[in-house]
């Protein structure tokens, strides 16, 4: 019997310019894999997509819960748009929700990814970066305090993406989003914590 993982995002979960293989979720089910646990992957998530929009993805396409583990990846659009840090946590709080919900209602199989810093990449060259890294840290930390209250998981993949100042391998060909390179990392961050989850 396969454990059913539920991925939920936009474009930095659905792996914008990268194979499906390289997408984070399916990088993580294959470590996983790896260590004996098969893991079937279902992914909702679009490029582009604010915290309204995944909700409205999300009740376009069937879930059958309970999944054994469920990821949350969403806030970079609602930062790109300029929306509210206001709006973003009640968006937040009731997709983290809905998350803990197809977890069985237990927040401990849901794990929280933090929004990469999109400000480093090629696309924002002319952009304030500094800026655009106040305001992810800022939506960040949204994101982690309503983790930890709901008690879900939480991985800081933040300081990876800055990574990519000194090293380009890690934005895709877009220019904007992760490689695959930078996937692995991610992967790698969620490893154990997926396995706590799974075993």
């Not at 220019?175 to 390179?181: A, Q, V």
């Not at 969620?190 to 075993?199: C, N, Y």
């Amino acid at each position: 019997m396969s454990l059913r993982y539920l991925a939920l995002g936009d474009s930095y979960t659905i792996g914008e310019s990268v194979e499906e293989a390289d997408r984070f979720p399916n990088q993580l089910a294959a470590l996983l894999k790896g260590q004996g646990l098969p893991v079937e992957v279902t992914i909702i998530a679009r490029t582009g997509w604010t915290t309204d929009e995944l909700w409205q993805g999300i009740q376009a396409q069937t879930v059958n819960p309970p999944y054994d583990m469920v990821s949350l990846l969403i806030g970079v659009n609602n930062q790109y748009r300029g929306r509210s840090i206001d709006e973003y946590r009640e968006g937040f709080v009731f997709l983290l929700n809905k998350a803990i919900e197809y977890a069985g209602g237990d927040g401990k199989r849901v794990i929280v990814f933090s929004i990469p810093d999109w400000g480093v990449t090629p696309f924002a060259i002319g952009r304030n970066s500094t800026q655009i890294a106040s305001e992810i840290d800022a939506f960040n930390q949204v994101n982690l305090e309503e983790a930890q209250k709901a008690g879900a998981h939480y991985v800081d993949v933040t300081p990876i993406s800055r990574e990519a100042v000194n090293d380009p391998a890690l934005i895709a060909g877009d220019g904007l989003h992760p490689s695959g390179k930078m996937y692995t990392e991610w992967a790698k961050s969620a490893l154990p914590l997926a396995l706590d989850i799974l075993k």
